[in-house]
């Protein structure tokens, strides 16, 4: 098993796609065609990282925060950055990273915050737009079933927690095969008609060239028409912050909860500890952005990391905030990359980093 291999299996998880416009996800360093000795799991990739992966003989480190965020103009010793890099390739070994694809992933980084706190009727707390498209197909009605099927296998019709979904509608077509032609049906030179099915659905922009080269290989027309229709459909599976329904406590107890959940030495917040929490709003690391989103769902308390004074004392009236910090909120990264690999390949070495710790210290 190559390190491809073991991206691939990220990105099956978190599409790079779904990363925001700002980011590099994706390798950093290396090359993904050696074989893979073991992966170590980190935050944040730092020189102690790459010195622990070549003490334990691992050659992939995957991180959630990418080592190289912004660009960099030369690579030297100078530079912590640089002499990371160095060694990594001199040694072999691969950086890889996964960041908000993995946050916007449907169960990224907040959603696992929210189920590690136990809410049901968990959502996506701002979804992403433009990421969807419906694709249309004229099929002759025999082989419908059969361009359905393909096209359904290549990725298209999934929503939610269904599959294959499509709609199909009867109808005629119309066309005339000129000269050097070589139609399935009719013959060159005669308008003919034949019934036909058109067949919808909806799938992720991502996949649609997929899906589009699946439906041409299944379809008997030498010319087959289609159409690609993008949508501004929210898709309510993607998207920034999660939201979900807790049993009815007070914000004493649940930031008492949130130290627990999160192993943090200390929570700001602002709020009333005698207010019931019923709803709860999150967001893993900075996640001020997503404050307005939260107020608008309905949840008495948001919790995320870096929030600023004054967006504690522009909120302060309308919700409760708790900033747990960015490096608490985010270290179920690693657990999520641990279950995706050890599902997908048994028996590979993956360790935590011992490496991994924050650079913010807490008295």
Do not use: W
């Amino acid at each position: 098993m190559n390190i491809r291999s073991v991206i691939n299996a990220i990105e099956d998880f978190a599409p790079r796609a779904l990363q925001e416009s700002y980011d590099n996800a994706g390798l950093q360093a290396g090359d993904a065609t050696n074989i893979c000795t073991g992966v170590l799991l980190t935050l944040d990739v730092n020189e102690n990282t790459v010195t622990e992966a070549k003490e334990y003989g691992l050659n992939c480190i995957i991180s959630h925060h990418p080592l190289l965020f912004k660009g960099i103009k030369s690579i030297s010793p100078d530079t912590p950055t640089g002499r990371i890099l160095i060694d990594a390739i001199s040694n072999g070994i691969t950086i890889y990273s996964a960041h908000t694809n993995l946050d916007n992933a449907r169960f990224g980084v907040s959603n696992r915050m929210a189920q590690m706190l136990g809410l049901s009727g968990i959502r996506t707390l701002q979804p992403q737009s433009a990421t969807l498209v419906k694709l249309a197909v004229f099929v002759p009605e025999a082989h419908a079933d059969k361009v359905r099927d393909a096209m359904a296998d290549a990725g298209a019709g999934a929503i939610g927690d269904y599959d294959r979904c499509s709609y199909s509608l009867e109808g005629t077509g119309r066309f005339r095969a000129a000269t050097g032609a070589n139609p399935f049906v009719g013959e060159i030179g005669e308008i003919h008609q034949e019934a036909e099915t058109k067949i919808e659905v909806i799938a992720p922009r991502r996949l649609s060239g997929r899906i589009i080269r699946a439906m041409l290989d299944a379809h008997p027309y030498e010319e087959p028409a289609y159409d690609i229709i993008p949508l501004d459909n929210a898709d309510n599976y993607s998207g920034s912050g999660a939201v979900g329904n807790i049993k009815p406590t007070t914000m004493g107890r649940f930031i008492d909860l949130l130290k627990a959940t999160f192993n943090c030495k200390t929570i700001r917040y602002c709020g009333d500890e005698r207010k019931t929490i019923t709803r709860v709003a999150l967001c893993g690391g900075s996640g001020a952005f997503l404050t307005s989103d939260a107020i608008a769902s309905g949840a008495d308390i948001y919790v995320t990391g870096d929030v600023k004074y004054h967006d504690f004392t522009s909120f302060a009236d309308k919700i409760a905030i708790a900033d747990i910090g960015h490096y608490e909120s985010e270290q179920c990264s690693k657990s999520i990359f641990r279950e995706i690999l050890e599902k997908k390949f048994p028996g590979l070495t993956i360790k935590d980093a011992e490496t991994d710790i924050n650079t913010i210290k807490y008295i």
